[in-house]
């Protein structure tokens, strides 16, 4: 493998093929939810939004297939953020993980932890899903086990948009007292919708946080959010702690040294 950039937060693991990303990781999330569950009697994932997230599924229904040695029922489902959407709407990332995985390995819907959407704000979508997190985890942070994390071209990641409020209340520059809330809702601008969030701690307190990030488009993105000094109000993904990545080679190339 050529030298990468180096970033002392961060890993990476470079793929060369969009499919070897997803079975790798696919197969890295049963041995690691095998390990959670034969430790702690339970695995608590979140997953993250978008087009990705339906590659990493199938790879999992299909390692699912051959690895029976999951108990897919002792896995806790929840999100890493969501559109104000209904959750019948293709947009919607419940949507997106009912109809590739939840479905595909019958997950018990008592195990699914959605955005409440149907409520009739964003904000009270995140109080809702807040108080949800809250019944569960009794820690002063969610702690969730793993955490899927995708790249937005603009370097968003979750729902933490560059240029937004929310995300201005997370930066190093910033002078008031850093929230405590768990949930967030915002009005994203460039995608004409709100959308609802864990915010920054509530992501940095997940004991693994993995991002997966495929496609030549990330490129621009990933290469600067892994300079060690990139701005997180421009490129709000640099606001996640040590995380590893999982990228391919078409994302990972302004990693690589020439
Ligand atoms: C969402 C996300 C978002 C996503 C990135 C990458 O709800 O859209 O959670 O952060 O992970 O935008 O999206 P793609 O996988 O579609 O490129």
Redesign the pocket.
Known sequence: MKATMLNPKHTVKIFTQAEDLFAAAAKDFCTRSIHIIASQGKCRVVL??????KKFYAALVQHAKVNTEIAWNKIQFF?????YVPMNDVRS?YYTAQHYLFSQLSIPRQHIFRFPTELATATEVATGYEQTLKAIFTTPWPQFDLIY?????DG?????MPGSALVQQYLPTATATLPSSWVASLWAEALNMY?I?LTPPAINHSQHRIF????A??ASALQAVWQPNADPGRYPAALVDSAEWWVDAAAARGLVAR
């Open positions: 993250s939004g978008g087009e990705t997230p999100f890493g953020d969501e559109r990332n994390l995708g790249l937005g071209e968003h990641t979750a729902s933490l959308r969030t997966l990030v495929e496609g488009a990330k």
